[in-house]
Every structure is written in structure tokens, then in C-alpha cells.
């Protein structure tokens, strides 16, 4: 069984540009959710999705998009990077059911630290 | 709105000391409370689950406690050791919808010194 895994691990990007993280989730997992982990900060939650649909989303504008593929694997696109999207950015893949509230148990990657200078 | 607090945001102790670290939450309609382990640079370790209708988890020298009415939890360390150091965040999660978002504390920095 494998975990949640993320690439890349480290990325520096400038102002103005876009952004696509990968997260690939752990076996059996059908639901992954983003966080976004600024320095010193607990982490934010971004979006989740289930079955290739957003299932739930925070309070992040609509420049952060995401994708949830067949295989369950999701991206996470950031446009127009702004100084303040450095952060840790956390992927989490769960078993879930849109109908029932299952043990929701998240297995977290090991996360992409993006720099935007 | 759910609001989730940690205290003490710092913490060192030396070796061998039992330890609590607190977690308190303001919306007590919550599903479950988990307790993670957050390395310097790295990302989370889930560490213990409580669901909504239990009271306490345990593994190891770990023991969780989830007081749902009161908006408190627990996380009792025993005999702490050096590699306890690390980052621990306490995160709420709500039921169906958007609520099943996590909503996380700021962690408790433990520091543990041989």
C-alpha cells in the first residue's frame, strides 16, 4: 500500500506566474483535499474533491483551481502567483462517500513548499 | 464559525516528563478531532482520531481525550523522549458539505531535551 506522494517538493516561482502541484493519493483513497500551510500558520483549507468534482471549498479566490483525475491523483493550478502564496501546500487523500460521513480518516503527503519571490 | 485554539503555543521539558498539550474548539457540533504530528519543513502525521461519540484514543505513550460539550480535547504524552520534539496540531472536522473541511489550531511547539 502505498501513501499520499506530492511533486515537486521544493519550486521557487516569481510574481505574475502559475503554478501546477501534483498529488498522487494513497490506495483506495477516492477523495483528496489541498491545504495551504503558511510559515508558523496551521493549515488553511483550500478545496476537496471527490469523484473528479469539487466537493467543498475555503476561502481562496478563484485563481487556485484544481483537477481530480479517474485514477483519483489530483493537480492543483495556482495563476497569477501573488508574494503571499509562499506556503507548504498539503494534499490529503481519504475514503469518502458524498452520502455518509465515513471515518474520514486523512493521510497526509509529505507537501510541496512553493516560494514566489 | 468554528474556531480552534492550542495552548501553550510553546512547550520544553526534559526527558522522561509526562506531558499535556491542550486543544479547545468553539463550535461543539464537530464530527470527529484528530491530533497530528508536524515535523520542522515536513508534512503531517496523523497520530489519533477521536470520532464525535467517543472519549478517549490511545496508542502508545499517547492518549487523546475529546471533551465534546466543554469544547476541549487532550493530548497526554508519557515518559516523553527526544524525538517527540516536533510540531502537534489538533484539527476539527464537521459533518456532511463544506464542513467536512478541517479546521486546525496553530500547534503546540514541544521541545523535549535529553
Known amino acids: 500500500e502505498t501513501g499520499v506522494t506530492q511533486s515537486p517538493t521544493h519550486l521557487i516561482k516569481t510574481r505574475g506566474q502559475q503554478v501546477t502541484l501534483r498529488c498522487s493519493s494513497q490506495?483506495?483513497?477516492?477523495?483528496v483535499s489541498w491545504y495551504q500551510q503558511a510559515l508558523g500558520q496551521g493549515p488553511q483549507f483550500i478545496f476537496q474533491?471527490?469523484?473528479?468534482?469539487?466537493?467543498g471549498r475555503g476561502n481562496f479566490p478563484p485563481r487556485f483551481s484544481g483537477l481530480q483525475f479517474p485514477n483519483y491523483s489530483s493537480e492543483l493550478n495556482v495563476n497569477a502567483l501573488e508574494l503571499d502564496d509562499s506556503a507548504l501546500y498539503l494534499c490529503?487523500?481519504?475514503?469518502?462517500?458524498?452520502?455518509?460521513?465515513?471515518?474520514?480518516?486523512?493521510?497526509f503527503g509529505a507537501g510541496s513548499r512553493l516560494t514566489v519571490l | 464559525k468554528q474556531e480552534v485554539t492550542q495552548i501553550p503555543a510553546a512547550l520544553s521539558v526534559p526527558e522522561g516528563e509526562n506531558l499535556v498539550l491542550n486543544c479547545s474548539f468553539t463550535?461543539?457540533?464537530?464530527?470527529?478531532l484528530q491530533w497530528f504530528r508536524q515535523d520542522p519543513g515536513k508534512g503531517l502525521t496523523s497520530l489519533l482520531l477521536?470520532?464525535?461519540s467517543q472519549r478517549e484514543q490511545t496508542s502508545g505513550r499517547l492518549n487523546a481525550s475529546l471533551d465534546k460539550s466543554s469544547g476541549r480535547s487532550t493530548l497526554y504524552i508519557a515518559a516523553s523522549q527526544p524525538g517527540d520534539s516536533a510540531t502537534y496540531l489538533c484539527?476539527?472536522?464537521?459533518?456532511?458539505?463544506?464542513?467536512?473541511?478541517?479546521?486546525w489550531g496553530l500547534g503546540t511547539s514541544l521541545g523535549v531535551n535529553p
Open positions: 490506495s483506495g483513497h477516492n477523495t
Open positions: 463550535d461543539s457540533a464537530i464530527y470527529n
Open positions: 474533491y471527490y469523484r473528479e468534482e469539487e466537493n
Open positions: 484539527a476539527v472536522q464537521g459533518d456532511a458539505g463544506n464542513n467536512r473541511k478541517l479546521i
Open positions: 477521536i470520532q464525535s
Open positions: 490529503a487523500s481519504s475514503l469518502d462517500s458524498s452520502s455518509i460521513s465515513g471515518a474520514n480518516v486523512l493521510t
